[in-house]
């Protein structure tokens, strides 16, 4: 066989292999948008189908709740449960109503297979005691940095779709994770129940529907509630005195941004900003491919009503200064009115003025100028509505994000005060922070020299020199030991859409 042969035969097998690809991405795209407009959810899941089963990694108050529905989902089961602690684990199961015989604490691989030929429920405290077992998709809700690396890498590993709760994880190598999978024929997935699924699935709605996106987000988790008669502000359980709240309470016709300045100020004694909120976001963004229009985020006080006409252009009397973007607001109520309750928007041009004042008089809220409209989902249920992207993972071998997840921002950490060389970026809290240290969302870049570090890569860390207030951390700024998973996944990930050659995992 002549050169000339062989050079077109591996031609015709390129064109082969792009031409599969395009239409297994085409086939993808059509079930998405099927996904998104369905309206029966018994006919887009095959009620005949054999139930999907699964493992929670995380046994907190998202996976406690997905243990909880996991009892009532006809077509998934949740009878693997993983903790620091297997009696944690167990106890979560049991709180949930399964009978405490029912349940098998296992401390070996034989145990825990032993149990799963029987038909028990299973809690371990190390998920290699489980990762064989022939369950469908891994639900990593750890929180924990580099423990959910480790777990999901060792899932995939595994032959498991993993369903990706733990933003922490997705922040730092979340296209990553999705893009190693692919090479097995795997899953990784966000999960309905957390904002990012929920905004993504709202977000590409509205683009399926040919709508221009103004904004998207989410708000955030603790509402600001104004007492007008004490003049008293109350977050997340702390109350302050703001006496100047009242001034900004209400628009009156006057300038947007000015109000919005305003309440900051006059509530400048709460935090409004939230690392959660930045990493959903984030996320969010490596998915679609969106931007922000502020690093730290605008973040807004605003009531419901209000957000169409706060996050919209300047040029439309609001505070953005490119649209398109992804923001968060914190939702302004007066005591005993309803909440926002997390959930997620979009904000979109209102068209057709005739159609838009129609709608605004069936209640749908839109700008005071009737030039943009928000479109929203008032609720985030954790765990007992992760089943949907747990089946479409299991059933259907779909994602509840994208498509293909790349890699277009970063959340990185960024110095509020001195720290010192020894100083420990201990994570806590409920809501993972590192006291200290804010976040920004920035373009992505890979991690050399002195690289910016994703906040959650930097959490738990060492620092080996000093970095001063207001300056961002980098990577040469930290201790990252060799042997850690999230750094070693980070680099692949670096390695995959950067390009280099790829670390061993």
């Given at each position: ?407 277009h921002v970063d959340l990185v950490a960024i110095a509020d005060i001195d720290l010192e060389a020894g100083h420990v970026l201990e994570m806590g809290g409920h809501h993972h922070s590192v006291t200290g240290v804010s976040s920004a969302i920035l373009p992505a870049s890979a991690l050399v020299g002195e690289a910016l570090a994703p906040f959650y890569l930097a959490a738990n860390k060492t620092l080996k020199r000093s970095v001063k207030a207001g300056h961002a951390i980098t990577i040469a700024d930290l201790e990252i030991p060799e042997t850690s998973a999230l750094w070693q996944l980070r680099l692949w990930q670096d390695a995959f859409f950067f390009g280099a050659d790829k670390p061993r995992t």
């Amino acid at each position: 066989m002549q050169n000339d042969d062989v050079s077109c035969i591996v031609s015709l097998l390129d064109c082969c292999l792009q031409l599969l690809h395009t239409t297994l991405m085409a086939t993808r795209l059509r079930m998405i948008a099927k996904d998104v407009v369905r309206m029966n959810y018994h006919a887009y899941f095959d009620a005949s189908h054999r139930p999907i089963e699964t493992c929670i990694l995380g046994t907190g108050g998202f996976g406690r709740s997905f243990l909880a529905q996991g009892l009532r989902v006809p077509l998934m089961r949740a009878r693997v449960a993983v903790d620091i602690c297997a009696k944690v684990a167990a106890n979560a199961i049991i709180e949930t109503g399964v009978a405490a015989d029912s349940v098998s604490v296992c401390d070996t691989i034989e145990a825990a297979r032993l149990a799963w030929d029987a038909g028990k429920y299973i809690a371990v405290d190390d998920f290699a005691l489980v990762a064989d077992l022939p369950f469908d998709v891994v639900v990593e809700a750890t929180g924990h940095p580099e423990a959910g690396a480790r777990h999901a890498r060792l899932a995939i590993e595994a032959g498991h779709h993993v369903a990706l709760v733990s933003k922490e994880v997705d922040s730092v190598i979340g296209p990553g994770l999705a893009a190693m999978a692919r090479e097995k024929g795997l899953i990784v997935t966000p999960v309905d129940g957390d904002q990012p699924s929920l905004l993504i699935g709202l977000i590409t709605w509205a683009q399926l529907l040919g709508f221009e996106i103004i904004a998207a987000g989410k708000s955030s988790e603790y509402d600001f509630v104004f007492d007008a008669e004490t003049g008293k502000l109350t977050s997340n359980g702390v109350t302050v005195d703001a006496p100047d709240f009242g001034e900004f309470s209400q628009f009156s016709g006057r300038n947007i941004g000015n109000v919005v300045a305003g309440r900051a100020s006059a509530a400048s004694d709460l935090p409004q900003r939230a690392v959660p909120d930045l990493c959903e976001l984030s996320v969010v963004a490596n998915a679609l491919g969106l931007s922000v229009d502020a690093p730290a985020l605008h973040a807004p006080i605003a009531r419901i009503g209000e957000v169409p006409s706060v996050l919209c252009s300047q040029a439309d009397g609001g505070i953005l200064e490119k649209t398109g973007t992804l923001d968060v607001f914190h939702c302004l109520r007066n005591p005993g009115e309803v909440s926002f309750a997390g959930g997620v928007f979009v904000v979109i041009r209102c068209d057709d003025l005739a159609t838009w004042k129609l709608l605004e008089e069936k209640g749908h809220v839109v700008s005071r100028d009737l030039k943009c409209a928000m479109v929203y989902i008032p609720r985030h249920l954790l765990g007992l509505e992760a089943a949907t992207s747990v089946l479409e993972a299991g059933m259907k071998g779909l994602s509840s994000g994208a498509i293909t997840p790349a890699h277009h921002v970063d959340l990185v950490a960024i110095a509020d005060i001195d720290l010192e060389a020894g100083h420990v970026l201990e994570m806590g809290g409920h809501h993972h922070s590192v006291t200290g240290v804010s976040s920004a969302i920035l373009p992505a870049s890979a991690l050399v020299g002195e690289a910016l570090a994703p906040f959650y890569l930097a959490a738990n860390k060492t620092l080996k020199r000093s970095v001063k207030a207001g300056h961002a951390i980098t990577i040469a700024d930290l201790e990252i030991p060799e042997t850690s998973a999230l750094w070693q996944l980070r680099l692949w990930q670096d390695a995959f859409f950067f390009g280099a050659d790829k670390p061993r995992t």
